[in-house]
């Protein structure tokens, strides 16, 4: 096990349980996040999408050297098969510039493993470690209200509802889809 610093965040990498494993990604990854981002069913939650496997090389190498990003492979049997990661942020202040950070959360699985708990898994490894280790006050996650089961997997993990927007995103197909807002707080 090592500790480093990845993305400005100091984190004891990897993160692991007796079934799945969370570790910096590297280019080498792309090629399996871009795999299964690009499957239609995967799609319908996933913000940003390279339309080509360079562009996915050049989103994970852009993303893996921007300081307060974080993004890393989530491994299961020896394979990637998700993502989770996000941003680092100051919140907001009406005075003195905080010096508490908070984090923007993402992730998506391969839908091969969806309902197996992995994202569940992925995310109950991260949380502790943003708060513990990486210093993180609060943790805020955006999901589409239609995402249940995204929804259920924060929810399982100590997030609470705050609120939802109501047709607040575009939607690929041309319809407005409501955000829901999570947050995780240390």
């Not at 480093?4 to 996040?33: K, N, Q, Y």
């Not at 907001?92 to 508490?100: D, F, K, N, T």
């Not at 569940?120 to 239609?146: C, E, N, T, W």
Request: glycine share 12%.
């Amino acid at each position: 096990m090592r500790t480093g610093e990845t993305a400005d965040l100091e984190i004891a990498w990897p993160l692991s349980d007796s079934r799945l494993t969370i570790r910096p990604a590297s280019v080498a990854d792309a090629d399996a996040f871009f795999e299964y981002q690009r499957r239609p069913e995967g799609q319908r939650y996933i913000s940003r999408i390279p339309a080509t496997i360079v562009g996915a090389r050049a989103m994970v190498a852009e993303r893996t050297s921007t300081a307060g990003e974080l993004l890393c492979a989530i491994v299961v049997d020896g394979q990637v098969v998700g993502d989770i990661g996000g941003r680092r942020y100051r919140p907001g202040s009406l005075g003195p510039e905080p010096q508490a950070w908070d984090f923007r959360l993402g992730y998506s699985v391969h839908p091969g493993m969806w309902g197996k708990g992995v994202a569940s898994g992925a995310v109950a490894l991260l949380v502790p470690a943003l708060h513990h280790q990486a210093g993180i006050r609060r943790i805020v996650a955006k999901v589409f209200a239609d995402n249940q089961a995204s929804i259920r997997v924060l929810v399982k993990n100590g997030f609470r509802l705050e609120g939802t927007e109501r047709a607040a995103v575009l939607g690929r197909d041309g319809g407005w889809l409501d955000d829901c807002t999570l947050a995780h707080l240390s």
